[in-house]
């Protein structure tokens, strides 16, 4: 699927890997929806980067406010293409440890967010995409681009919660690619390292370094700019189906 004049939602793209993305898609002569609930952010980037690039503040877990933003989305620029959901949280804690038991309130609204609201997205923006006239020989309709983790295959300690969420969503790669292959809609998931968003500004150099030394080649953490780059071509590439692609420098993740 060319992306040029193709309309594409982007959830968590007013920061880090969304971000990328965005500006990536804006570039190449996409429209973008930025689904984020930071409106300062999102609406600055909508802002910056002018006309075809719209925000709307949503919660991905909630079915009205993702309804509500993807018709609003259609209504400005004609039809919906392209999904990419990055939105999710990743807080540490363990199932039990000095503070007892992992509280079940966070573990469920770290399911709602990263597995619940990947689906409700995806859901939603199937049914918008199988409306679609084809856009080329295949019947290619739609594109959704899941984001998973190398935490899906190799979980650290304190990630028991965004383990299950990033595997959940590993696993709803293939069925969901087949349930929407009828409507020439195409579903991948790109598996991130360690790439470097602001989070990892504020934390200790001895740490970053750590982190870095961890990666086999390059030698470094990833950047958004370079998940961006894999989300287009997997936009492009009409035989890119059903996969999920690890995108980490072949790092492999220890206990701690």
Do not use: W
């Amino acid at each position: 699927m060319d992306i040029a004049g193709k309309t594409a939602i982007v959830t968590g793209g007013a920061s880090g890997l969304g971000l990328g993305t965005v500006e990536l898609y804006a570039a190449k002569g996409a429209n973008v929806a930025i689904f984020d609930l930071n409106e300062e952010a999102g609406q600055a980037v909508a802002d910056r980067l002018g006309d075809k690039v719209a925000y709307f503040n949503v919660d991905v877990a909630d079915e009205a406010s993702v309804q509500t933003a993807i018709d609003a989305t259609v209504d400005r620029f004609g039809a919906l293409h392209i999904v990419n959901n990055y939105a999710g949280i990743g807080p540490a804690c363990k199932t039990y440890g000095s503070k007892g038991p992992h509280p079940i309130d966070l573990y469920m609204k770290i399911v709602m967010i990263n597995q619940v609201g990947t689906f409700n997205v995806a859901r939603l923006a199937a049914e918008k995409m199988a409306q679609n006239e084809p856009v080329n020989e295949d019947g290619s309709r739609g594109v959704i681009i899941n984001t998973a983790s190398v935490a899906a295959y190799e979980g650290q300690i304190g990630q028991v919660a965004y383990s299950a969420t990033k595997g959940a969503i590993v696993g709803m790669t293939l069925p969901m690619a087949r349930e929407l292959a009828p409507y020439g809609i195409r579903v991948n998931t790109i598996a991130p390292g360690l790439i470097h968003t602001p989070l990892f500004d504020s934390i200790e150099e001895s740490y970053y370094k750590s982190l870095e030394a961890s990666t086999v080649y390059p030698k470094r953490l990833g950047r958004p700019a370079e998940i961006a780059k894999l989300s287009l071509h997997i936009v492009d590439n009409d035989y890119i189906n059903g996969e999920v692609i690890r995108m980490d420098a072949a790092v492999r993740m220890q206990p701690k």
